[in-house]
């Protein structure tokens, strides 16, 4: 079935390095008091510690606490990062937002909880989400995601609809069906079935230098052509997905049943489709989701407009920040 989602002429990610401009009405996010914990100040369970300041929510869902950067004022705009990243995907969005920002790390990633038997499903993440939303007295919020963020987004909005605004999306974007098998597809996606082996765990899990190789291979061939992940990005990757569990944690989305490949065999439009405005935004130079696999969002979304990035790859927040904040923007000033 041809898409009619709205589609609209592709826009240009800007080029690293150009001066940073903000958009009409925006400015500097600016820091927001709350919950802060230290090293040796936190309300977690003895045994987890903090590197640095950041907020963490009071309370737990299904057990866990969520970090989270809060920033800004205004109608609030929640941003959820996707693998192999964390809350700081989001920096530069943050600052160019005239919003009150909230970017979490989503179970099991950066400063947040970690639970061997934990539930990472979709709708455990999305309860999470809700559960910050409720503790930070956020009674609807624009959310904006790329990669599992945007699938997560995508089930708030389902399943709690009156707690979303508008959607601001980057692929994954539901519609892909079994050209998940495809020869060219699955040669992308050997690293879900890989995740789902213990000896993912075995080989990388607690190896600092082997989980930077590994990621660095994710955020080099997935981004686009104008984009080189910088040394600091990946050490501080590292950092997170390196201490022992951390990689083995981050990978739980995959062991739930969670992932593209699961998902895409299984789907079927639904009978209501999403209500919320949507803005995806569809990079240029995505590998593993091909801008042949939009044709299908109207089946899920019923107001959906289709934006067409050129330049980017995967990494949507972090290469074309701008871009991707002034989408956000203008949802939030509907």
Request: glycine share 8%; aromatic share 8%; charged share 25%.
């Amino acid at each position: 079935m041809r898409s009619t989602a709205r589609r609209e002429q592709p826009a240009e990610a800007p080029r690293r390095g150009r001066h940073r401009v903000r958009g009409r009405g925006m400015h500097r996010a600016r820091p927001r008091r709350g919950l802060t914990v230290s090293p040796d100040e936190t309300p977690r369970p003895a045994g987890r510690s903090v590197a640095s300041e950041v907020m963490i929510s009071h309370h737990s869902v299904d057990g866990f606490h969520l970090a989270h950067d809060r920033s800004g004022s205004g109608a609030p705009a929640v941003l959820l990062h996707g693998w192999p990243g964390y809350r700081g995907d989001f920096a530069d969005v943050a600052g160019l937002l005239d919003a009150d920002v909230i970017c979490p790390d989503l179970r099991g990633f950066g400063d947040s909880d970690k639970h061997a038997d934990g539930d990472y499903t979709a709708a455990g993440q999305a309860r999470s989400v809700v559960g910050l939303m409720d503790e930070l007295g956020v009674d609807r919020a624009v959310l904006a995601g790329y990669d599992i963020g945007s699938r997560i987004a995508q089930v708030v909005a389902t399943e709690y609809p009156d707690r979303v605004s508008a959607l601001v999306l980057a692929p994954p974007l539901p519609g892909i069906g079994r050209r998940i098998l495809d020869e060219d597809a699955q040669r992308e996606f050997w690293y879900q079935t890989f995740h789902r082996l213990p000896i993912a765990h075995e080989i990388i899990d607690g190896r600092p230098e082997i989980v930077r190789a590994y990621l660095r291979h994710f955020w080099t061939h997935w981004s686009g052509p104008d984009f080189t992940p910088h040394d600091d990005l990946l050490d501080r990757l590292a950092r997170y997905y390196g201490a022992p569990g951390a990689f083995t944690a981050s990978i739980a989305w995959y062991r739930a049943g969670a992932a593209t490949v699961a998902r895409s065999l299984a789907e079927s439009p639904p009978q209501r489709r999403i209500d919320v405005p949507t803005t995806v935004l569809w990079p240029e130079f995505d590998p593993i989701f091909p801008r042949a696999w939009s044709d299908r969002v109207d089946e899920w979304f019923s107001n959906a407009t289709l934006r067409l990035l050129d330049g980017a790859g995967h990494f949507v927040p972090v290469e074309a920040p701008h871009e991707f904040a002034s989408t956000i923007q203008d949802a939030v000033d509907m």
